[in-house]
């Protein structure tokens, strides 16, 4: 499996930009390893910081946004039958639902920093028929910091970059609090807000 990461990743970085937002789209990979070779790559001098972070938010959102448009028009029979080809398992879309319709909208902007949940929670705000703008904006907005962190940690671990999952534990642990902090302020907020209109 390390080998076939390494060779995706390789032919990848021969891309430049294209091939970190590439590499987010498709999913193959999860987005921190990408990243972190992409941060690795920043520190060779191969690409910029601002370029990458750009290649990065757009990849990210792109990938976010296809699975919102599958749940949008395939609704959950179509992601039950052909999500395992972008690795979301049935468990995943009842987790993602579960949570999308306890706390809404807000938990899109959350979610995205939870492991299991991040990628899935775009197939219920689909499926729910959330605005598109409003479900770009949470999802853009939670995908910049992310991809800012994992750049930053791999070009820090130059070329050890493969550790990062181990190397990015204690960064990530309260930027996941942070969120959840986030998320559960605005479900309070619209709850307030429903209950005085």
Do not use: C
């Amino acid at each position: 499996m390390k080998e076939f990461i390494f060779t995706i990743l390789d032919f990848l970085s021969g891309l430049g930009y294209f091939g970190i937002a590439l590499g987010l789209m498709i999913e193959i990979i999860p987005s921190e390893i990408v990243l972190g070779y992409g941060g690795y790559m920043i520190s060779q001098g191969k690409i910029g910081w601002v370029g990458a972070v750009i290649a990065g938010t757009i990849g990210g959102t792109l990938a976010q946004l296809f699975l919102y448009w599958a749940g949008y028009y395939g609704g959950r029979p179509f992601l039950e039958k052909y999500g395992k080809y972008v690795l979301i398992k049935k468990k995943h879309i009842d987790i993602a639902e579960l949570w999308f319709r306890k706390y809404g909208a807000g938990v899109i902007f959350s979610a995205r920093f939870i492991p299991v949940v991040r990628h899935a929670i775009s197939i219920p705000a689909g499926i729910a028929k959330m605005s598109a703008m409003k479900f770009t904006l949470y999802t853009v907005a939670a995908i910049i910091p992310w991809t800012i962190l994992f750049l930053y940690l791999g070009k820090i671990l130059g070329k050890n970059w493969a550790d990062i999952k181990e190397f990015a534990q204690p960064y990530v642990m309260p930027i996941i609090i942070g969120a959840l902090i986030v998320g559960v302020i605005y479900f309070l907020y619209q709850k307030t807000r429903k209950t005085t209109d």
